[in-house]
T-cell receptor, first 114, second 111 residues
Framework: QKEVEQNSGPLSVPEGAIASLNCTYS??????FFWYRQYSGKSPELIMS????GDKEDGRFTAQLNKASQYVSLLIRDSQPSDSATYLC??????????????FGRGTQLTVWP | SQTIHQWPATLVQPVGSPLSLECTVE??????LYWYRQAAGRGLQLLFY??????ISSEVPQNLSASRPQDRQFILSSKKLLLSDSGFYLC??????????FGQGTRLTVV
């Protein structure tokens, strides 16, 4: 059973629109959640982390977490062509030596067209 | 600030040859260190993690091994590469509640 699942996409939105990326996870012990952006051929870059139910906003990005539904999402407002990348969802069990052991989904490819 | 270095950036190796990839971290002490692999068409998979010198845990059985001879040095090795070892190898570190910072990666092609 896959631990973290994402819609593979590709997701295509026009410039200025809201892009919505979704992720579900199977392990109820998971307590920390992350969104990474990965440009083609590059390493992943951390863009958002969320630990509590609800919304967390950072600039144009909003992460939403619902632990009861085991669901985490990322909204990108006012999407720009530079946002075109693959977005990876990752989860981990919080605390101690397990904190950095990340389990990733396969990613959703986002294209923002001008 | 913390930085992480990986090398080489790209590598082409024949089947059956050995492998050594190195990762070093600067600007922090006693980090947790990780090796991930991203194979074509697959997600990032955790291979090894280390919470200290000579303390290595493996996540999945495989043809690879890891070592941590110094606090901020993490090495990924293989005695004999397989075609299935091809992929994008990423080193990462975490400290306390700061997690998931990756190096620039090594793209390995086994031919």
């Amino acid at each position: 059973q896959k631990e973290v699942e994402q819609n593979s996409g590709p997701l295509s939105v026009p410039e200025g629109a809201i892009a919505s990326l979704n992720c579900t996870y199977s392990d109820r012990v998971s307590q920390s959640f992350f969104w990474y952006r990965q440009y083609s051929g590059k390493s992943p870059e951390l863009i958002m982390s969320i630990y509590s139910n609800g919304d967390k906003e950072d600039g144009r990005f909003t992460a939403q977490l619902n632990k009861a539904s085991q669901y985490v999402s990322l909204l990108i407002r006012d999407s720009q062509p530079s946002d075109s990348a693959t977005y990876l969802c990752a989860v981990t069990r919080r605390g101690g030596s397990t904190l950095g052991r990340l389990y990733f989904g396969r990613g959703t490819q986002l294209t923002v067209w001008p | 600030s913390q930085t992480i270095h990986q090398w080489p950036a790209t590598l082409v190796q024949p089947v059956g040859s050995p492998l050594s990839l190195e990762c070093t971290v600067e600007g922090t002490s006693n980090p947790n260190l990780y090796w991930y692999r991203q194979a074509a068409g697959r997600g990032l998979q955790l291979l090894f993690y280390s919470i200290g010198i000579d303390q290595i845990s493996s996540e999945v059985p495989q043809n690879l091994s890891a070592s941590r001879p110094q606090d901020r040095q993490f090495i990924l090795s293989s005695k004999k590469l397989l075609l299935s070892d091809s992929g994008f190898y990423l080193c990462a570190w975490s400290v306390s509640d700061r997690v998931g910072f990756f190096g620039q990666g090594t793209r390995l092609t086994v031919v």
